[in-house]
């Protein structure tokens, strides 16, 4: 039960969150990654157009390339969840507690300090739940990640609760 975080305050619905099971969300994010990454807003239609004749370019010029078995694809993806550090995006547990009208910050309770931000920024926060393939044992359950990633090498530990106020 140490290792249970309850997002509770000013909402709708409390919501008790398990990190342990966040291994098989399809909503995780790869943590070494994901802050160097630059996402680029950009014509949806426009993007597509240019993948798709990328493609058909490269099939004219070198023939079909037939994609890896999904026997090879499963063992990448357990081979990667074993040795992986992973998070998870914040928002949909917060949309999914229903924070009231009034509610304008989260608190973020952890075993010595409370980190106050608002709603806002709390919507992208990143919460992360394994390094290396471990579960975060000596300082967590979870790190809170700012989206961001001005704290990627300073995450905020041993977190115990989530209060909406």
């Known amino acids: 039960m140490e290792n249970i975080i309850i997002l509770s305050g000013k909402v709708k619905y409390t919501i008790t969150l398990d990190p342990s099971v966040w291994i098989f969300d399809d ?3 790869d943590l070494t ?3 160097s990454t630059t996402t680029n807003l950009s014509n949806d239609l426009e993007e597509y157009t240019k993948s798709v004749s990328k ?4 099939e004219i010029m070198e023939g079909a390339v037939y994609p890896p078995t999904l026997k090879t694809e499963k063992k ?3 081979e990667k969840v074993l040795t992986g550090s992973f998070g998870i995006p914040f928002e949909p547990f917060l949309k999914n507690a229903e924070p009231d009208e009034n ?3 989260l608190v973020i309770k952890t075993e010595s300090s409370e980190h106050e931000i608002s709603l806002d920024k709390a919507m992208n926060l990143i919460v992360g739940f394994s390094n290396v393939g471990k579960p975060l044992s000596e300082d967590g359950p979870v790190h809170v990640y700012f989206g961001d990633g001005s704290n990627q090498h300073n995450p905020i530990k041993n ?6 106020k």
Do not use: N
């Open 27 to 29: 909503r995780r994010v």
């Open 33 to 35: 990654t994901y802050f």
């Open 55 to 58: 493609h058909w370019d490269r």
């Open 159 to 164: 977190v115990r609760e989530f209060i909406i």
């Open 103 to 105: 509610a304008a910050s």
């Open 76 to 78: 990448y993806e357990k």
